[in-house]
């Protein structure tokens, strides 16, 4: 069983920072894409930002410049420093991460459970 745990959201003004992070556990073999998804009332989830196992990062346009993706491959954890917060960040960011349980299994695709992220005007 794996399970990825998001935490560090919250509320925060606008031009504020809040930085989230997901940590992977159980069953890992290894990990290779993680990500940062959100989901916004009203919207479909969409891409903020991924990164590779070897830490190439891939970033929405909309977030360019004022977010960064990071991860910790010792940890099995990723994180998302986003700075300079505007209210149309506000969102549910989900943690996406695609592994192996074991060296014969196939790529399988996991979510964490959502943190809310608020930004006020």
């Known amino acids: 069983q794996v399970q990825l745990v998001e935490s560090g959201g919250g509320l925060v003004q606008a031009g504020g920072s809040l930085r989230l992070s997901c940590a992977a556990s159980?069953?890992?073999?290894?990990?290779?894409?993680m990500g940062w998804y959100r989901q916004a009332p009203g919207k479909q989830r969409e891409l903020v930002a991924t990164?590779?196992?070897?830490?190439?990062?891939n970033y929405a346009d909309s977030v360019k410049g004022r977010f960064t993706i990071s991860r910790d491959n010792a940890k099995n954890t990723v994180y998302l420093q986003m700075n300079s917060l505007k209210p149309e960040d506000t969102a549910v960011y989900y943690c996406?991460?695609?592994?192996?349980?074991?060296?014969?299994?196939?790529?399988?695709?996991?979510w964490g459970q959502g943190t809310q992220v608020t930004v006020s005007s």
């Open positions: 990164i590779t196992s070897g830490r190439m990062p």
């Open positions: 159980g069953s890992i073999f290894s990990i290779n894409v």
């Open positions: 996406n991460a695609g592994l192996k349980g074991s060296m014969w299994s196939r790529v399988d695709e996991y």
